[in-house]
Structure formats: structure tokens, C-alpha cells
């Protein structure tokens, strides 16, 4: 599942959640064990959240990183092809 996956679903299950804990202010148990069981999908979801978002910074720093070296290399080139 893609970061954007998970994001979007996230947004569906807090959107229920909202609208269940609205209900449950007006003391409905169903609501009440939607809201129970929607935490729980909740905690899964932003486990996985947690391990596709750390995932994406290490690849995102990893092309950063390429980049620079890229660059370093290109300005290296440049130094020894025009010596003062």
C-alpha cells in the first residue's frame, strides 16, 4: 500500500469516526462500538503510516544524496579540466 493510499484511507476512517462520535454524544451503542472498532483500524493504519513515511524520507534522502555527489562530481570535472 503507497503513502497515498494509506493517507486517503486514513481520511475515510477519521471522517467515520467523527460522524460515529457525534452519534455517540446522543448515546447510541452502535455507534459507541463503531467508534471502538474504528480506533482499532485506526492504530493499524497509522502503523502503517509510520513505516511507509520513513520508508519515503530514507528514498527521498537517498536521491538527495545522489544528486549532490552528481553535483560534486560534475564540479570536480570542471576544477581539474580548468586549472587556475
Do not use: C, W
Amino acid at each position: 500500500m503507497s503513502l497515498k493510499e494509506i493517507i486517503k484511507t486514513m481520511y475515510t476512517i477519521l471522517d467515520r469516526l467523527t460522524k460515529d462520535l457525534k452519534k455517540v454524544e446522543k448515546n447510541n451503542k452502535a455507534a459507541s462500538q463503531r467508534v471502538r472498532t474504528g480506533t482499532i483500524n485506526l492504530a493499524k493504519i497509522a502503523k502503517k503510516f509510520r513505516k511507509e513515511s520513513i520508508l519515503e524520507e530514507k528514498k527521498n534522502k537517498a536521491l538527495k544524496n545522489k544528486k549532490k555527489l552528481k553535483k560534486r562530481k560534475s564540479e570536480y570535472r570542471f576544477l581539474k579540466n580548468h586549472p587556475k
